[in-house]
Structure formats: C-alpha cells, structure tokens
C-alpha cells in the first residue's frame, strides 16, 4: 500500500472508542445502537477484512482461508485497512467505534503510536457457553463462511489466547460490561460509559 497521511486523523483528534470482546459476544448489535444513539463512525474489522475479500482484490486472496481457521490475520493488513476507512471518514466523523481491534497486544500499540490514542474500551463479557449459543443461533441466517461449530471453536480459542494479554495493558481505558443482559440492558450500560465521553 501507498503510505498514507494521517495528519488529518491526528488533527481531529476525534474520541476512539475500541469495542471488545469474544466471537458473539454482541460487538456489532451494541455498536448499532451506539450509532444510531451518537452517530458515531462504525469501523468492524470483520467487516472490513470480509468487503477486501469480495472485492477480490489481491490483499484479499489469502484472507478467507485464515478466517476460516479462526486465526488473526497478519497484524499489518488490518491496520491498513482501519486507516484508510478512517481516513475517508474523518471530515464527517464525530468518533470512531472500532470494532474487533485490537485482538492482540502488537495491534493495540500499534493503532495508538501510528493512528490515534484510544479513548476508552467497551469490553462485553460473556461465557464461553453463551458466546457458542448466540453464534450457533446465528449460524443459521449468518451466510458467514465462520459461522460454524468447528470454526467456532477455534475462533473463541485465538480470542481466549490473547485477549488478557490486550486487557492488561489498559487498565484506565477498560470499561467492563456485563454482555450476558438483554441487548437494552446491555446498552444502557453502554450509555452510562459513551456518556461519559462525548459532551
Ligand atoms: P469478526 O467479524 O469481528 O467476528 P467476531 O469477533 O468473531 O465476532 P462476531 O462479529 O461474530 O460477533 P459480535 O461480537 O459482533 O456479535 P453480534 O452482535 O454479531 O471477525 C471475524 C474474523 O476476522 C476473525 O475471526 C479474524 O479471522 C478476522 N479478524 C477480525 N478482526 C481482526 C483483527 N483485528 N486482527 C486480525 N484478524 C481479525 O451478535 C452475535 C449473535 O448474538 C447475533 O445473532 C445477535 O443477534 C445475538 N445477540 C447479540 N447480543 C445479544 C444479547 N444480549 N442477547 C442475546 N442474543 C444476542
Ligand atoms: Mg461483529
């Protein structure tokens, strides 16, 4: 890739929300209400990673094969693709919700000494059993090539590998939500952590 300015993303110096937590463990439901309630800009690498492989772009080729193991695709693809998004949503953007990164220590220091610093982390827990129901469920509708019980289990194994490793890191930054709730319950959780930040 080109080398990209990221003046323009430093200058705003927009709030950065990264949005945490295990394989079902309702990221993209929250962020939903998140934007419709702030209007923040909703950046889900999972989502990013997916519009790269059908494009059919060269950067694309190799990444379903990972995904389908359930593994983390190299830590430079995913930065570059957060960036440029980023980039071409900072003039309109009132915030970032990040959703799905960082998933490994490197990723989180990276991001803050290249991109911006994190404002806080909205991090939902949930069990590992509740994880593996809500993904079975919607393994039936999803259509996403993950979306299966094998895949699922690997998948929940690279986020148990590294995500105490990333937590640990930002003690501050850490807003625990209890993920196990109704998605209005969880999200009022949420509210009390967003209000805090926006003015
Ligand atoms: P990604 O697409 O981010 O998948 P994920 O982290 O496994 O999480 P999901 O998107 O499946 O779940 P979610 O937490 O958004 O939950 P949702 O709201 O959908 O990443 C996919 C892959 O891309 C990774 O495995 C990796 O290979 C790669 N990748 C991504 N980011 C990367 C990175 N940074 N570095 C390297 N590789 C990366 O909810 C799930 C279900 O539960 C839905 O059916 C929903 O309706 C339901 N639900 C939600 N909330 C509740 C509730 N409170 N009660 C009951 N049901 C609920
Ligand atoms: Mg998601």
């Known amino acids: 890739m080109a080398p990209v300015d990221l003046n323009a993303l430093r200058?705003?110096?927009?709030?950065?929300?990264?949005?945490?937590?295990?394989?079902?463990?309702?990221k993209g439901t929250q962020c939903d209400k998140i934007i419709a309630q702030y209007g923040f800009t909703h950046l889900s690498t999972g989502d990013l990673l997916r519009a790269e492989v059908?494009?059919?772009?060269?950067?694309?080729?190799?990444?379903?094969?990972i995904m389908e193991r359930g593994e983390l695709v190299p830590n430079d693809v995913v930065l570059d693709l957060l960036k440029e998004a980023m980039?071409?949503?900072?003039?309109?953007?009132?915030?970032?919700?990040?959703?799905?990164?960082?998933?490994e220590k490197d990723q989180g220091?990276?991001?803050?000494?290249?991109?911006?610093?994190?404002?806080?982390?909205?991090?939902?827990?949930?069990?590992?059993?509740?994880?593996?129901k809500r993904l079975l469920g919607r393994a039936l509708s999803s259509g996403r090539a993950d979306d299966n019980e094998e895949t699922i289990k690997l998948?929940?194994?690279?986020?148990?590998?590294?995500?105490?490793?990333?937590?640990?890191?930002?003690?501050?930054?850490?807003?625990?939500?209890?993920?196990?709730?109704?998605?209005?319950?969880?999200?009022?959780?949420?509210?009390?952590?967003?209000?805090?930040?926006?003015?």
């Open 11 to 26: 200058e705003a110096k927009l709030p950065v929300v990264w949005v945490l937590g295990g394989p079902g463990s309702g």
């Open 54 to 65: 059908a494009s059919g772009s060269d950067r694309g080729k190799n990444l379903t094969a």
């Open 87 to 103: 980039l071409t949503k900072v003039a309109t953007s009132k915030g970032f919700l990040i959703d799905g990164y960082p998933r």
């Open 109 to 132: 220091i990276a991001f803050e000494k290249e991109i911006l610093p994190c404002t806080i982390i909205l991090y939902f827990d949930a069990s590992e059993d509740t994880l593996t």
């Open 155 to 199: 998948r929940l194994q690279t986020f148990l590998k590294n995500n105490d490793l990333v937590l640990a890191l930002y003690p501050e930054k850490l807003k625990r939500i209890n993920a196990e709730a109704s998605v209005d319950e969880i999200f009022n959780q949420v509210q009390s952590e967003m209000n805090a930040i926006v003015s």
